[in-house]
């Protein structure tokens, strides 16, 4: 059974740190691209990144272009996303998914940035 | 960035309606295009891949049409499962973009 577990959410202040992950199972992590998506309080999704398997190549969304990181460990099925500079905008639930076009999604993890 | 437009952004139905939603692209995508189910507190469910393509296990009364830069999401008969809010996702151009939204809502 396919399988993606976020953790590492929490409360943090404005300007802070804060490193996501997302642990896989039931599936060859090696072999997909890895995403993540985001959907604050009262708002719509938004895509945020991705790891791509084939060059380890990285995209990201302008809002956060510059102040994440998506990273990932093949030999742990982890992915990873390191956000720095957090503002209250970043603020939502963290969603990690599976695959180029998103075929499988865990159930998101909450960050709250918040002085 | 390439934009989605999707409409309507609400919709009241009843159970046994034929709803459509409806994605416009900003610039043509091909059939990289994606539907998506999100019910509050869940994890959003692809219903759709390139366009047209239903998901294994998705009913068959979902069907995704279109190419290009006009694409439409119908449910045939809805049912009380099916009300939860829709997006359409462009995948072809990075960064990736969603449509707004649409909450489909009980009459």
């Known amino acids: 059974e396919v399988q993606v577990v976020e953790s590492g959410g929490g409360l943090v202040q404005p300007g802070g740190s804060l490193r996501l992950s997302c642990a896989a199972s039931?599936?060859?992590?090696?072999?997909?691209?890895m995403s993540w998506v985001r959907q604050a309080p009262g708002k719509g999704l938004e895509w945020v990144s991705v790891i791509r398997i084939r060059d380890g190549s990285t995209y990201y969304g302008d809002s956060v272009k510059g102040r994440f990181t998506i990273s990932r460990d093949n030999s742990k099925s982890t992915l990873y996303l390191q956000m720095n500079s957090l503002r209250a905008e970043d603020t939502a639930v963290y969603y990690c998914?599976?695959?180029?076009?998103?075929?499988?999604w865990g159930q998101g993890t909450l960050v709250t940035v918040s002085s | 960035d390439i934009q989605m437009t999707q409409s309507p952004s609400s919709l009241s139905a009843s159970v046994g309606d034929r709803v459509t939603i409806t994605c416009r692209a900003s610039?043509?995508?091909?059939?990289?295009l994606g539907w998506f189910q999100h019910k509050p507190g869940k994890a959003p469910e692809r219903l759709i891949y390139a366009a047209s393509s239903l998901e294994s296990g998705v009913p068959s009364r979902f069907s995704g049409s279109g190419s290009g830069t006009e694409f439409t999401l119908t449910i045939s008969s809805l049912q009380p499962e099916d009300f939860a809010t829709y997006y359409c996702l462009q995948h072809n151009t990075y960064p990736y973009t969603f449509g707004q939204g649409t909450k489909l809502e009980i009459k």
């Open positions: 610039q043509g995508i091909r059939n990289s």
């Open positions: 998914t599976k695959g180029a076009h998103l075929d499988y």
């Open positions: 039931g599936f060859s992590f090696t072999t997909y691209d």
